[in-house]
C-alpha cells in the first residue's frame, strides 16, 4: 500500500526535514552544553573514543551496503526481502564484532586497543554502536519509502524528551559515563520504535516476512556484492585510519586532549546539522533519477542544492570560527580552555562535509564506486604519516599537536580529498568545476570576513564587558543581519538568483498557511 506521505514533493518533505533538524539544533546546542561540563574533559573523551572505535568497525562491516541498500529500496519500495536480507546482514556483523571484542579479552589485548578504559565501558559502546546502525538504517527506510514528514514530525517528540532526560541527569547530579549510555540506549530504542510504527501505519510491515530462500539470499548476496565490494578496500582503510588517529591521540594525548578534539568534533557537527538534513532526501532523489536514466534531474539537484546547502554551513561555521573562545566556555566550561584551538579548526570541517556527501552520493547513484573508493584511498594514504607527524612526541620526530594536530589534519585532507572527489563528479555531469570552487572559497571568504567585522565591532562597543553568552548573542544576531544583506545585494553566493527568494517566500508561506488551517 503506498500512502499519500509517500508522494510527498521533495520540497514539503525538506521542511519537514528541517524544522525536525531545527529542532534537533537547538536539542543539540543544550545537550552538548550539558555533557562535556557534566564529564569532564577526560570522561568526555573516553566516552567519545570508544564509541568512535566502535563506530569505525560497524563503518567497515557497513562497507556501503547501507547506501547500496538505501538506494535499493528507494526505487524497490514494497520488496520485503530486501529489508530482511539486510537486516540479517547487521545481525552477522553484530556477531563478528562480539567474537572480536571477547577475543581481544581473551588474548589480553584490550590494553593495548583500549588503553585506560573500563571493561563495562567498552561492551556498553559495543552495543551503543549496533543500536545506532540499526536506527539509522530504519530511518532510511522512512526516506527511502518517502515517509519523511511523518517521520520528522514524531522525531520531534524524541528529542524533546531526550533533552528533558540528560537535564534531568545534569542538575540532579547524576551525569556521568553510565547513564550517558543509559542515555542513548533509550533514545535509539525510542527512535527505532518509532520509525517502525510509522512504516507500520502505512502499510510497511517490518515483522514478517523474513524468511528466504537460499536463491533469493544469493541473489542479493550478488546484488550487494556487485555494488558494495569497489569499496571493500576504501572501508579497510578507512577502519585503520579512523582507529588510528583517535588510538594515537589517545596513546600521546590522553583522555584530555581526547575531550579537546571531541569537543571540537560534536561542535562541528552541530553546524553540519542544518545541511544533513537534505543529504538523504537528495540522494534519494539521484537515485530514482538515475534508474530512469534521468542525468538532467541529478544534475538541476545538484545545481539548485549543492551552493545553498554550503553556503548555508559556511555562514554558521564561520562563526563559531571566529567566536570559538565563547563557544567553548558555552559548550564546555573552564575545563575546556585548551579546546578552543581545535575549535576554531574544526569548524571548518563540516563546510566541505556538505560537497563530501552530496558528491559520494552521485558517485553511489550512478555505480561508480571503485572511482569514489580510489580517491579516497589515495588521501587516506596520504593522511596517515600526516596524522603520525602532527600528533607523535617530538622525541619520536613528531609535532606533539595534540588535539589541534589531528583537527588541522582532518580539514586539510577532507578538503583536498572533497574537491579531488568533485572534480570527477563534475566532469560525469558536465559542470563548470572551477565555478564551483570559485563559489567555494568566495562563500568562506565572504562569511569569515563579516564575522570578523562583527566582533570586532561588538568588541569595541562594550569593552569586552559583557559575559560570554550575551556577547556571543549580540555578536549572532549583529553578523547574522549583516550576511542577510550582503546575500540580498550578492545573492550568488548563497548559490541563487535574485529571483529565489520570492519563490521561497511564497513556498514558505504555503507551508505555514497549510499549517494553520490543517
Known sequence: MQSNAAADSLNKRYFYKLFSNFIGFIVSVV????????????????????????????????????????????????????????????????????????????FSAHNLLWPAQENIFIYLALGFAILTWIAQVLNSMTDARGLTVSAELTRVLQKIFGVAFIIILFVSHRLNLRSLFLYHYVMLFLCSSIFILIMHKYGYSVINGWKLTWQKTKAYIKEFYNYSHPLFIYSLLALIVGIFDRWLLQIVGGSLQQGFYSLSYQIGAICFLFAGAMTPLIMREFSIAYEKKNLNQIVHLFQRYVPLLYAITAYLSCFVVTQASKVVYIFGGNRFREAIIPVSIMAFYPIHQVYGQLVSSVFYATGKTKLYSSIAIIFMLVGLPLTYFLLAPNDKFGLNAGANGLATKMVLINFMDVNVQFYFVS?????????????????????????????SVIDYIFKSQLKSMPSFFITGILYSLLVMCLIYAFPFILGVKRGDFGLAFQILSKKLNFKFIN
Open 31 to 106: 545537550i552538548q552544553a550539558i555533557i562535556p561540563r557534566g564529564l569532564g574533559p577526560k570522561a568526555y573523551g573516553n566516552f567519545n573514543f570508544l564509541t568512535s572505535f566502535f563506530s569505525q568497525i560497524t563503518s567497515f562491516l557497513d562497507s556501503g551496503t547501507s547506501t547500496c541498500f538505501y538506494t535499493k529500496l528507494s526505487s524497490r519500495q514494497n520488496e520485503f526481502g530486501l529489508v530482511s536480507f539486510y537486516f540479517y546482514f547487521i545481525l552477522a556483523a553484530f556477531l563478528l564484532i562480539i567474537g572480536f571484542v571477547f577475543a581481544a579479552f581473551l
Open 427 to 455: 566532469r560525469i555531469l558536465n559542470l563548470n568545476f572551477w565555478r564551483y570552487f570559485g563559489h567555494q572559497l568566495l562563500s568562506i571568504g565572504a562569511f569569515l570576513s563579516v564575522a570578523v567585522g562583527a566582533s
